[in-house]
């Protein structure tokens, strides 16, 4: 009887010690700008401010702008040699080198057949993941050779955010969080208890809920909530175990400590 009393407590003790992830704060810098983009370890910080792109890093900050584009949806910097730019009123993407200098210019306006992405993310070699509104379908599209590498299934949900890697995509909509593997096909897909966002790391996933953020572990189902101090969640990103989350006033760096 004792015997099955202690694998009871040790059990709620294993479950209970899953129900939150702790978090120690490492660093905070102040930040002032419209949106927080990226960083990295060598401390090369991303943001854009009043329609312009920047990198900013020990020694220098460099800037892109395009007024003929007007704003800016998105930026990713998954591959910081082929960094994107989004630019969603004009259905446009430019591709940067890591100097901020113009590779490609994508005019989905002028290609045929004609695209209307929602979302953009990076692929691998000259690919981008697209969210196309035509279709509803995501597509893996290669903007050198205006070719699709890949096309999913009809995503028949509101599409809330996008993210992705060289071999993986996840579309975060209102009903379901999907994972597709590089070829279009899906992996995985999780019900959606109310998230808005998300950020990927070694496929691991952290997604926000109001003002809190969950932690998903690759190929788990289960969502442990981060026990974070209390601050606004404007941005976030994950990269391996650390999670920056930036506030308007500072950008703050914590490490995660996960089983």
């Given at each position: 009887?004792?015997?099955?009393?202690?694998?009871?407590?040790?059990?709620?003790?294993?479950?209970?010690?899953?129900?939150?992830?702790?978090?120690?704060?490492?660093?905070?810098?102040?930040?002032?700008?419209?949106?927080?983009?990226?960083?990295?370890?060598?401390?090369?910080?991303?943001?854009?401010?009043?329609?312009?792109?920047?990198?900013?890093?020990?020694?220098?900050?460099?800037?892109?702008?395009?007024?003929?584009?007007?704003?800016?949806?998105?930026?990713?910097?998954?591959?910081p040699l082929r960094l994107n730019l989004f630019y969603k009123n004009f259905n446009t993407v430019m591709i940067l080198d890591n100097r901020l200098a113009e590779i490609y210019k994508i005019d989905f306006n002028s290609?045929?057949?004609?695209?209307?992405?929602?979302?953009?993310?990076?692929?691998?070699?000259?690919?981008?993941?697209?969210?196309?509104?035509?279709?509803?379908?995501?597509?893996?599209?290669?903007?050198?050779?205006?070719?699709?590498?890949?096309?999913?299934?009809?995503?028949?949900?509101?599409?809330?955010?996008?993210?992705?890697?060289?071999?993986?995509?996840?579309?975060?909509?209102?009903?379901?969080?999907?994972?597709?593997?590089?070829?279009?096909?899906?992996?995985?897909?999780?019900?959606?208890?109310?998230?808005?966002?998300?950020?990927?790391?070694?496929?691991?996933?952290?997604?926000?809920?109001?003002?809190?953020?969950?932690?998903?572990?690759?190929?788990?189902?289960d969502f442990v909530k981060l026990n974070l101090p209390d601050l606004l969640i404007k941005q976030f990103l994950l990269t391996n175990q650390t999670l920056y989350i930036y506030d308007l006033k500072n950008l703050n760096?914590?490490?995660?400590?996960?089983?």
């Amino acid at each position: 009887m004792k015997f099955m009393l202690y694998i009871f407590l040790f059990s709620s003790v294993m479950t209970q010690s899953q129900t939150a992830i702790e978090v120690n704060l490492k660093q905070t810098k102040p930040l002032n700008v419209s949106t927080f983009v990226d960083t990295d370890a060598v401390e090369t910080t991303y943001y854009i401010n009043n329609n312009e792109f920047s990198k900013q890093t020990a020694t220098q900050t460099l800037h892109y702008t395009n007024l003929q584009l007007g704003s800016i949806s998105s930026a990713n910097t998954f591959n910081p040699l082929r960094l994107n730019l989004f630019y969603k009123n004009f259905n446009t993407v430019m591709i940067l080198d890591n100097r901020l200098a113009e590779i490609y210019k994508i005019d989905f306006n002028s290609l045929t057949p004609y695209r209307n992405p929602l979302f953009v993310s990076t692929g691998y070699d000259t690919t981008l993941w697209i969210l196309n509104d035509n279709t509803q379908q995501l597509e893996l599209f290669d903007y050198k050779t205006n070719t699709l590498r890949a096309a999913t299934t009809p995503i028949n949900s509101e599409v809330l955010d996008m993210v992705s890697n060289y071999n993986w995509c996840w579309l975060l909509t209102t009903d379901y969080i999907y994972q597709f593997n590089y070829v279009g096909s899906l992996v995985q897909k999780i019900k959606n208890d109310g998230f808005n966002k998300l950020d990927e790391s070694n496929e691991n996933l952290v997604l926000q809920k109001n003002n809190t953020l969950y932690y998903l572990k690759k190929g788990s189902t289960d969502f442990v909530k981060l026990n974070l101090p209390d601050l606004l969640i404007k941005q976030f990103l994950l990269t391996n175990q650390t999670l920056y989350i930036y506030d308007l006033k500072n950008l703050n760096q914590f490490h995660l400590i996960t089983p």
